[in-house]
């Protein structure tokens, strides 16, 4: 096979979507490890490559190639190349690389599930993302990861945890897994079950509040059983022994209600230095804001950490025959692995949850001025159904005034890295947060 010319690698990397350093002059690329990938009717390169940028932190990055007269092209245009790295997972398989080696791995417990039709058919899935999913046989999505970082990958670890170890199924299952072994190990593919016909939760509570100027009963029932399915991954979660170190829970302290606290008043600081410029009014909200989060650190500490999925919001549930499923736990891309592990207060997924509905208003609200006031009703039935599942659970604090106050500072944490992540990614779209922001009350 033509090795790759590695000259002609920041070319190629410039046309691929799931690329994040598009707008950054690349300085060097290199070669951290390699396979040469034979099989069967299917020949190609997987590559860890370093990008080191002119400035700013290097990347690595996954790529699945092969070298041709006109230039680089990815072995994921040619079906059997497809068909043949999903066979390493399903077989269970193992290829050495330069310095480790590359491992399949099929989960037996979640395999009799899923009946695989022959021939096995094969569809990209064209949608903006950072990664690159392929539905085979329209029964699984195999998602190849692009970008590596250090450590466990919580997608691939909670995928695994959840399917062997819990019996909680609002979730389409782990079914395999590609990992690369060695001194640059990383998690490079995750095979889970495809849900057919689903709709996220974004695109459907956009389409409900367009339809519904007031909110009907369907509605509401909905986002109660969305809680109730919450509450219950927590449960999931919660249910790890004590030998499970990565999930077992932990008593929730004092220094950690400091910590998070703290972290949040840096956040604060850190966020209003960046959208200050653009909008002066917050600087005005500035202690009033700090409250909340000195609020945080002065609860009398009751209750557990526990994994939590770590970036919930209505992008990341599916609906599907009037069922919600819980999808893509790799936890807030900006953080690192090692912190996006972290064991957590519960009550961040749900103030995650609860501002993708003021999302979801003020993104209908831009289209046409429907009427505000929906948020309210919204989050009072998702907190319900979510309190009836967790009821009596002891990762939840022991009061509503701690429940309360718990809430609403990682309601703060979570707006403040929206302002933070609408600035780098979608500066239109950060008036949603910063009104927001505005928005809120001063602390009791
Ligand atoms: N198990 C699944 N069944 C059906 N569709 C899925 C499934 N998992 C993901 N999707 C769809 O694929 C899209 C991309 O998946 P995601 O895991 O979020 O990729 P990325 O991490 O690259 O953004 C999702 O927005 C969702 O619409
Ligand atoms: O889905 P990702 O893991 O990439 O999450 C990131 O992007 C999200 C946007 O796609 C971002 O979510 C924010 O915008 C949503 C509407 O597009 C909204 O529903 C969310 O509540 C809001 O936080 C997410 O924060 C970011 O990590």
Same mark, same amino acid.
Request: glycine residues 12%.
């Given at each position: 096979m033509t090795p790759l010319d590695l000259t002609k690698l920041p070319d190629f990397l410039k046309t691929q979507r799931w690329f994040a350093g598009k707008a950054w002059p690349i300085k060097s690329v290199s070669v951290v490890d390699h396979v040469t990938m034979e099989l069967g009717t299917c020949s190609f390169t997987l590559a860890i490559i370093e990008v080191i940028y002119e400035l700013g932190n290097p990347e690595r990055y996954q790529i699945m190639a092969r070298q041709t007269p006109e230039g680089l092209v990815s072995a994921l245009e040619d079906d059997d190349c497809v068909r043949a790295v999903f066979n390493l997972a399903r077989e269970g398989r193992q290829v050495a690389s330069g310095s480790g080696r590359v491992v399949g791995e099929w989960i037996a417990s979640t395999d009799s599930g899923v009946a695989l039709p022959d021939p096995l058919s094969v569809r990209r899935l064209n949608v903006e993302q950072s990664n690159t999913s392929l539905v085979l046989g329209e029964r699984v999505i195999v998602k190849v990861i692009r970008k590596l970082e250090a450590g466990v990958n919580p997608e691939y670890e909670v995928g695994r945890f959840l399917a062997t170890?819990? +019996?909680? #199924?609002a979730t389409p299952q782990l079914v395999g897994a590609l990992n690369l072994e060695g001194p640059g190990g990383a998690t490079l593919a995750l095979a889970h079950r495809f849900v057919p016909d689903a709709v996220d939760g974004w695109k459907y509570t956009l389409e409900r509040l367009r339809q519904e100027k007031a909110l009907g009963d369907g509605f509401l029932a909905d986002m109660r059983d969305l809680g109730a399915r919450l509450g219950e991954l927590h449960k999931a979660f919660a249910?790890?022994?004590?030998?499970?170190l990565a999930f077992s829970p932990e008593p929730l302290l004092q220094e950690d209600l400091q910590r998070w606290s703290a972290s949040i008043v840096g956040e604060l600081g850190v966020t209003l230095a960046d959208a200050g410029r653009l909008h002066a009014d917050l600087e005005g909200r500035r202690d009033g804001l700090i409250a909340y989060a000195k609020r945080l650190a002065q609860v009398a500490p009751s209750g557990q950490k526990i994994r939590i999925h770590?970036?919930?919001?209505?992008?990341q549930v599916l609906r599907s025959k009037d069922e919600w499923l819980f999808f893509d736990?790799?936890?807030?891309? +900006? #953080?690192?692995f090692t912190a996006r592990r972290e064991k957590y207060s519960a009550l961040r997924d749900v103030a995650g949850m609860i501002r993708s509905f003021d999302y979801a208003e003020a993104t209908v609200a831009l289209e046409g001025g429907q009427p505000r006031g929906r948020v309210g009703p919204t989050r009072d039935a998702f907190l319900e159904g979510y309190r009836q599942a967790a #009821?009596?659970?002891?990762?939840?604090?022991?009061s509503d005034e701690a429940f309360n106050v718990m809430l609403r500072a990682f309601e703060l944490e979570k707006l403040l890295y929206e302002v933070r992540y609408e600035l780098a990614? #979608?500066?239109?779209?950060?008036r949603i947060p910063v009104e927001a922001l505005l928005r809120m009350e001063d602390a009791q």
């Open positions: 170890k819990t +019996s909680f #199924r249910s790890a022994g004590p030998d499970d770590g970036d919930l919001h209505l992008g736990f790799e936890g807030e891309p +900006s #953080r690192s #009821r009596g659970a002891a990762f939840l604090p022991d990614n #979608r500066p239109d779209w950060v």
